[in-house]
T-cell receptor
Framework: AQKVTQAQTEISVVEKEDVTLDCVYETRDTTYYLFWYKQPPSGELVFLIRRNSFDEQNEISGRYSWNFQKSTSSFNFTITASQVVDSAVYFC?????????????FGRGTSLIVHP | DGGITQSPKYLFRKEGQNVTLSCEQNLNHDAMYWYRQDPGQGLRLIYYSQIVNDFQKGDIAEGYSVSREKKESFPLTVTSAQTNPTAFYLCARTSPGQPVGKLFFGSGTQLSVL
């Protein structure tokens, strides 16, 4: 069985602060994919990143960066110099890479509030 | 957008009534999914369909039904058996041309009980 834990229910920061959203997962699969999605107030989830389990390189995209550590089963997401537009609910998800029905499991989400 | 159109944006259900949420995709892709979102609960899978005329139950299928008669349409019916239907419902699809597993979501339907 798969499980994704986002222990932070809500995070509140002031603009320009750096913030890290935690994601810890459990799986018996040897190969899998990890994802982050952003849900702004409009409601539609937007894909941010996918990481393969066999690729532990960290990734940076503008103000966003992701730290994947297989040894601790974590896939954390950092926003540098946060902005008000970053306010949203962020979801971490996990999906097997082979076999089965390829259904992703989502965490409960972390609500990020960035104050001006 | 993600190539998924959901309607209506808001829907109200009376006691004992069935209601149907629409989900249409215009990109001729196979896999479609229905998720339910409750505050603080994340996304929970209701049903999914990999091909036309075939669909599978997810984790919380009780009280819901779906059909997949056409590739582009995957409507969700919330039946009277679903005693706590108030939630935000999201439809999604995958795409063979994108990173494997990436989901494209519609804008959602908020269902409330009168």
């Amino acid at each position: 069985a798969q499980k994704v834990t986002q222990a932070q229910t809500e995070i509140s920061v002031v603009e320009k602060e750096d913030v890290t959203l935690d994601c810890v997962y459990e799986t018996r699969d040897t190969t899998y994919y990890l994802f982050w999605y952003k849900q702004p107030p409009s409601g539609e989830l937007v894909f941010l990143i996918r990481r393969n389990s066999f690729d532990e390189q960290n990734e940076i995209s503008g103000r966003y960066s992701w730290n994947f550590q297989k040894s601790t089963s974590s896939f954390n997401f950092t926003i540098t110099a946060s902005q008000v537009v970053d306010s949203a609910v962020y979801f971490c998800a996990l999906r097997p890479a082979s076999g089965g029905s390829y259904i992703p499991t989502f965490g409960r989400g972390t609500s990020l509030i960035v104050h001006p | 957008d993600g190539g998924i159109t959901q309607s209506p944006k808001y829907l109200f259900r009376k006691e004992g009534q069935n209601v149907t949420l629409s989900c249409e995709q215009n990109l001729n892709h196979d896999a479609m999914y229905w998720y339910r979102q409750d505050p603080g609960q994340g996304l929970r899978l209701i049903y999914y369909s990999q091909i036309v005329n075939d669909f599978q139950k997810g984790d919380i299928a009780e009280g819901y039904s779906v059909s997949r008669e056409k590739k582009e349409s995957f409507p969700l019916t919330v039946t009277s058996a679903q005693t706590n239907p108030t939630a935000f419902y999201l439809c999604a699809r995958t795409s063979p041309g994108q990173p494997v597993g990436k989901l494209f979501f519609g804008s959602g339907t908020q269902l409330s009980v009168l």
